[in-house]
């Protein structure tokens, strides 16, 4: 099974840039379909972002469309999450995971986002 590492969380104003990573293990992460998602205090998980095997597909919640960007780098077993002109309700916890027969199966451990306002 892949492992899944998030890291480039932090504590960050609103306005500010992050750039989270994720970084796999395993012979499967190139040919998946991988997701961002994320969960805020006393609130459920949400998606966030997917991005197809090759990058060719991105998906977007409403709530962060035009300012994150979801990319990939196979190469690397890398997938990254752009996170521009954060907002304070972005604050959750982000975690990285792997779609396996179209279900998020795999999920990494997540990593914290501040965003102060």
């Keep these: ?3 899944l590492v998030e890291s480039g969380g932090g504590l960050v ?3 500010d840039s992050l750039r989270l990573s ?7 992460f190139s040919s998946s379909t991988m997701g961002w998602f994320r969960q805020a205090p006393g609130k459920e998980r949400e998606f ?3 991005i197809t095997w090759n990058g060719g597909s991105t998906y977007y919640a409403d709530s962060v469309k035009g300012r994150f960007t979801v990319s990939r780098d196979n190469a690397k077993n890398t997938v990254y999450l752009q996170m521009n ?15 396996a027969r179209s279900i998020w199966s795999n999920w990494g451990q997540g990593t914290q986002v501040t965003v102060s306002s």
Aim: glycine letters at 6%; charged letters at 15%; hydrophobic letters at 30%.
């Design 1 to 3: 099974q892949v492992q």
């Design 13 to 15: 104003q609103a306005g």
């Design 22 to 28: 994720c970084a796999a293990s395993g012979r499967t």
């Design 48 to 50: 966030v972002t997917s």
């Design 85 to 99: 002109s954060l907002k304070p309700e972005d604050t959750a916890i982000y975690y990285c995971v792997q779609q």
